[in-house]
T-cell receptor, first 117, second 114 residues
Framework: AQSVTQLDSHVSVSEGTPVLLRCNYS??????LFWYVQHPNKGLQLLLK??????LVKGINGFEAEFKKSETSFHLTKPSAHMSDAAEYFC???????????????FGQGTILTVHP | DTGVSQNPRHKITKRGQNVTFRCDPI?????LYWYRQTLGQGPEFLTY????????KSRLLSDRFSAERPKGSFSTLEIQRTEQGDSAMYLC????????????FGNGTRLTVT
């Protein structure tokens, strides 16, 4: 069984300040972890993924996330927010990448990021 | 790479009617997935195909729902005797058959049942 908890349903930051979106996961397997972003009326876009290689993962648009097994966390960060970052962000867990259930993703509830000028 | 295409973008139907949605995956992807997203929630897995074989179905997929991928290319999702609780965004995604290939999502079909 696997689950994801996004600790904040809404995060509000000012443009140019750091972003932190928190995620904790639970998985019976060694998981793959992802962050996806969803802009209004757009499809889900993959930001970054962790698949048991480096624990610090760099993604698109300056985002990165650190896998901490001891804390079962996979928080998403960005040093400086931009107005275009305003969107909904989903933390996602998948069973082991080689398993037949790969692609049966479990999504968190989502965090809406608001960026103020 | 033209991305995952879903049609229609929006569908409004009356309760009790049948609806069908179509998904065209990225051409070289042999895995195709359907997810459902209700307001304020993250997407939930419904089913997936590897080529034309439907390999797994969620218990969310009641007997009113049926998905097909007859030639291993496009897929259809049909909902019979729609109910208001079926109102949601239906998302399709595809991926290559490589261990950690990411899913590429379409823009979804928004269903409203009145």
């Amino acid at each position: 069984a696997q689950s994801v908890t996004q600790l904040d349903s809404h995060v509000s930051v000012s443009e140019g300040t750091p972003v932190l979106l928190r995620c904790n996961y639970s998985s019976s397997y060694s998981p793959s972890l992802f962050w996806y972003v969803q802009h209004p009326n757009k499809g889900l876009q993959l930001l970054l993924k962790y698949t048991s290689a480096a624990t610090l993962v760099k993604g698109i648009n300056g985002f990165e996330a650190e896998f901490k097994k001891s804390e079962t966390s996979f928080h998403l960060t960005k040093p400086s927010a931009h107005m275009s970052d305003a969107a909904e962000y989903f933390c996602v867990v998948s069973p082991n990448a080689g398993g037949t259930s790969y692609g049966k993703l479990t999504f968190g509830q989502g965090t809406i990021l608001t960026v103020h000028p | 790479d033209t991305g995952v295409s879903q049609n229609p973008r929006h569908k409004i139907t009356k309760r009790g009617q049948n609806v069908t949605f179509r998904c065209d995956p990225i051409s070289e992807h042999n895995r195709l997935y359907w997810y459902r997203q209700t307001l304020g929630q993250g997407p939930e897995f419904l089913t997936y195909f590897q080529n034309e074989a439907q390999l797994e179905k969620s218990r969310l997929l009641s007997d009113r729902f049926s998905a097909e991928r007859p030639k291993g290319s496009f897929s259809t999702l049909e909902i019979q005797r729609t109910e208001q609780g079926d109102s949601a965004m239906y998302l399709c995604a595809s991926s290559a058959y490589r261990g950690n290939s990411p899913l590429h999502f379409g823009n979804g079909t928004r269903l409203t049942v009145t």
